[in-house]
């Protein structure tokens, strides 16, 4: 596995390069936060920005939320394994072109929830060790999970349909309507958001615990077939709700029923947008 | 102590459609209450807020002068092109006799102590003339009349059909105490007044700075052109009044929605001169 | 007036507070310490350094009713709905949460109009701060020292609670802190000692090192709004905010809110709820314009209100340094060195 020292090397020559050539007006990549354990997400717009590029275990943030604000520039995007694949299903579904994306694949494992303290790895998020496209990667390719990453639903699939419902309104109680997952997920970029419309109001402006179960069920459908696990909601949450498990059990309905995982392949269409004869029909069931 | 946040009921009692196009409507209302009546003071220039139960609450200039007793004017658009407006849009459906809830008076009004003895132009725009009208009213008033010097207004629209109070400008015209110059930026067959853009017909116009001020309300865009003409006539930055528009909710100075630099507008403003709102930061 | 009991009888402490009326309380769950209303007197701990989130919501609870309504043909009446009827106890306030009432209160008490939701939950709650005892260390994330903020101040508090060794050292402050010791007959006497003790703790808690920097709050304020122009600052430090509300609805001074009418058939509530100023729609007018339509505008917002708009309003920096924000961002944006940079830009 090449060091994650060596990566920041890589990262600040490729970045350096790339704007120095005027290839790309930026770099989304990560920079020095308030310490080590806490880098932020970086643009670097010119080749002395790049020197300020930052790479450790705690640079988990999925920087194709940003991406997809820029769809008309030609930018640089570094991406892990979970965020290539969010590249990718918004190229699938229209909102990035691949032309204007110099994808810096970073091959990593280990990474780290600075907050929890949690490796993302096929129980928590993030698992996907290497990016699925790029154009350059910065290290040397690595094994790929040998477990599922749908294993760690055993405990909650395990409970009846009340117990569930239970588990889940219990979270929910304690959402703040901060909104950071939404915020932190590449997928929402919906604007407006069905929670921010008055006309209809779909859910209570207040935080009730009904406007929140509202919230979070429409959100987690909405993903559905498009949340690539890259965990940023979940890390996002103030209140640690572990949105991430609703996220995967979703993905596994859509692995199970179409055979296809979220932007895994440039050329797939987007799950639930495609439709193919041999379909099976157990949803409408 | 009365709670702030609790509106008093008022009765809708008369409704008037202003424009042609139905989307702007003058309510008059009326206190349910005696007391509630005399505890609402207000002045030119001071808004409310207008409440109505399982919609919320959309705060309102106040568009009847405190001479006019018995009652209070709200000239109210519907909003709603991008952001739904549930309360306005509500206000619009009301009908003569139905009761609603009024916070207030809120906010500053116009610095009428500063106004008095001075020759007072007045600029307004489309539908932002309504504390404008208030204050228009209030000075023509009999007792205060003398208390000001010339009165000049000019006031404008974008079509004959989008000005409002109507019946009550061809008063005005007919007064020999005012200078009333109404436009509109597109005429019709029937319209037999001036043509042109408010900046315009300011420049036009040229109000004399001395012992002056303007008080001007209007869309951005027509306030944008318009300062710069009242600077060429020499009227100093103290002698330019306005009254800023920001997103409200408590109209108390709680809620924090319309702070713009050290002030909040609901309860600093709305009214301030330019000189104040060059010390602010341009983020309104 | 100076009372202890051994850290042993905690929970009889807790029992007697319980015994009075509505207590809230720090509670460890498996994500750490908040507070929250006590039911049972086993739920509080005193072993924390810093709760997640401010204890602000025993003032300014998230969701707040204010009026309930019934909706009629002909008049729908309001009836305003009154703060709480029986006094309430806050217990384990760090000392920066205690100082966040204060300046609270000069916004909803200040501006010639109080807000009657705040002032009766203020007029009716007793406080009881607690001290940092000397061997807790500052996480990295707090600056409470930058805003001259002691580890042990007791100022603010109606009863200062400071552990030492095996005990619970507890001081009267106010009138109403010491009549509440009163109250607790099974307390015992501080001795001298205690109070030499005590006196120390609170001058070394203004020692206590966390991150630092000389804030001179009134060159702070007028600086920022010198920088505020500099939209190549603002945008450089927003460029990885994602616009949520986290930073604000952990902060124990943000006090921005919305309201709005909720109805469920004919029954309805006005309430109010935390908002925040880094929202998109926070400032969106009906007409569709929205004075701050960017994420940098909005950032600077909430820097410039707390280190600039508030000082120049109400004479003190809108921050008490707890570091939550910064803990919490999900992109780690950092307020101290954000100002910083600022200030000596």
Request: proline share 5%.
């Amino acid at each position: 596995m090449t060091a994650f020292k060596d990566i920041e090397e890589r990262l600040k020559e490729k970045a350096k390069d790339l704007l120095e050539k005027g290839e790309v007006e930026c770099v989304f990549a990560y920079g020095r936060g308030y310490d080590e354990r806490h880098p932020r997400p970086y643009v670097a717009k010119t080749k002395e920005d790049a020197e300020n590029l930052v790479f450790n275990e705690y640079c988990t943030f999925n920087l194709a939320r940003y991406a997809v604000k820029e769809p008309r520039k030609k930018i640089a995007v570094a991406a892990k394994g979970a965020d290539s694949r969010a590249l990718v299903q918004l190229i699938q579904e229209g909102k990035l072109k691949r032309e204007n994306l110099v994808i810096l694949g970073i091959p990593a494992a280990g990474m780290v929830d600075a907050k929890s303290g949690l490796t993302l790895d096929e129980k928590t998020t993030g698992a996907f060790a290497n990016p699925v496209v790029y154009d350059v990667l910065l290290g040397d390719k690595l094994p790929e999970a040998k477990n599922s990453p749908y294993e760690v639903l055993g405990e909650l699939e395990g409970l009846s349909g009340d117990g569930r419902w239970e588990f889940w309104r219990k979270e929910f109680a304690r959402c703040l309507r901060c909104f950071a997952c939404r915020k932190a997920c590449p997928m929402c970029y919906c604007d407006p958001c069905f929670m921010d419309q008055s006309r209809p109001r779909w859910a209570d402006k207040s935080p009730t615990l009904d406007g929140n179960t509202m919230y979070h069920l429409t959100r987690f459908y909405h993903l559905a077939g498009r949340c690539v696990d890259c965990g940023e909601c979940t890390r996002a949450c103030p209140v640690d709700i572990p949105l991430y498990l609703f996220h995967k059990r979703l993905a596994k309905d859509c692995e199970e029923m179409f055979n296809q995982a979220a932007g895994m392949k440039l050329e797939d269409k987007p799950v639930l947008v495609d439709f193919r004869v041999e379909d099976g029909d157990e949803i409408l069931l | 102590m009365q709670n702030p946040y609790l509106p008093m009921p008022v009765r809708v009692i008369k409704v008037t459609t202003e424009v042609d196009t139905g989307e702007i409507k003058t309510f008059r209302l009326a206190f349910v209450n005696k007391e509630d009546e005399e505890r609402f003071d207000y002045l030119p220039g001071q808004f409310a807020e207008l409440s109505i139960y399982g919609k919320g609450e959309s705060p309102i200039g106040i568009a009847s002068s405190p001479t006019q007793k018995g009652y209070i004017e709200f000239t109210v658009q519907r909003a709603g092109t991008v952001v739904p407006g549930q309360v306005t849009s509500a206000l619009h459906d009301l009908e003569e006799g139905a009761i609603i809830g009024i916070r207030g008076p809120l906010g500053h009004p116009w610095p009428l102590e500063f106004l008095e003895g001075k020759n007072i132009v007045v600029v307004g725009g489309g539908f932002a003339f309504t504390t404008l009208r208030s204050l228009v009213n209030y000075m023509i008033y009999e007792e205060n009349r003398r208390r000001f010097g010339k009165i000049s207004i000019i006031y404008g629209a974008r079509l004959p059909g989008l000005l409002c109070y109507k019946d009550e400008l061809a008063l005005w015209g007919k007064r020999d105490d005012l200078d009333l110059c109404v436009t509109v930026d597109k005429g019709n067959e029937a319209w037999e007044g001036r043509e042109g853009f408010v900046p315009a017909i300011c420049k036009d116009v040229a109000p004399c700075a001395e012992n002056a001020v303007a008080v001007i309300c209007g869309p951005p865009i027509m306030i944008k052109y318009t300062l710069p003409v009242f600077f060429n006539l020499n009227f100093s930055k103290e002698n330019i009044l306005t009254s800023l528009e920001m997103r409200m909710k408590c109209g108390i100075g709680k809620c924090g929605r319309c702070n713009v630099g050290s002030k909040y507008i609901c309860n600093d403003g709305p009214v301030f001169s330019l000189a104040e709102l060059d010390a602010l930061p341009r983020d309104f | 007036m100076l009372r202890k009991i051994e850290q042993g009888r905690f929970g009889e402490l807790i029992e007697a507070l319980l015994a009075r009326g509505p207590l809230y309380a720090p509670v460890r769950d498996d994500r750490g310490v908040n507070f929250q209303l006590i039911r049972k007197a086993s739920e509080p701990t005193l072993d924390f350094y810093n709760t997640l989130q401010s204890p602000k919501l025993a003032w300014f609870p998230q969701s707040e009713d204010l009026i309930r309504y019934r909706l009629a043909k002909g008049e729908t009446k309001g009836e305003a709905i009154s703060g709480p009827v029986a006094p309430t106890v806050v217990l384990g306030m760090r000392p920066w949460d205690v100082k966040s009432l204060a300046i609270m209160d000069l916004l909803f008490l200040g501006g010639g109009k109080e807000d009657p939701y705040w002032l009766e939950k203020r007029r009716l709650t007793t406080v009881i701060g607690y001290g940092l005892a000397s061997e807790e260390e500052p996480d990295g994330a707090d600056f409470f020292r930058t805003l001259n903020i002691g580890a042990a101040d007791s100022d603010g508090s109606d009863v200062f609670l400071l552990k030492k060794d095996g005990d619970l050292l507890l001081e009267g402050i106010t009138e109403r802190g010491k009549g509440l010791l009163g109250e607790l007959t099974f307390l015992k006497e501080g001795t001298e000692e205690d109070e030499r003790y005590l006196v120390a703790a609170k001058a070394g808690g203004k020692d206590r090192k966390t991150r630092f920097f000389d804030l001179d709050a009134n060159a702070a304020a007028d600086k920022l709004k010198a920088v505020f122009a500099d939209n190549t600052f603002w945008e450089k430090e927003a460029e990885g905010c994602i616009s949520c509300g986290t930073c604000t609805f952990v902060c124990p001074t943000c006090h921005c809110f919305d309201i709005a009418d909720e109805t469920l058939f004919r029954d309805g509530v006005r309430r109010r709820f935390w908002d925040a100023c880094m929202f998109t729609d926070f400032t969106l007018e009906a007409s569709g314009h929205n004075p701050r339509p960017r994420t940098f505008q909005r950032l600077r917002q909430k820097i410039c209100h707390k280190y600039s708009f508030y000082i120049e309003k109400f004479g003190v920096v809108s921050c008490v340094g707890c570091g939550r924000c910064t803990r919490l961002c999900p992109v780690n944006i950092d307020i101290f060195s954000l100002v910083a940079r600022a200030v000596n830009l």
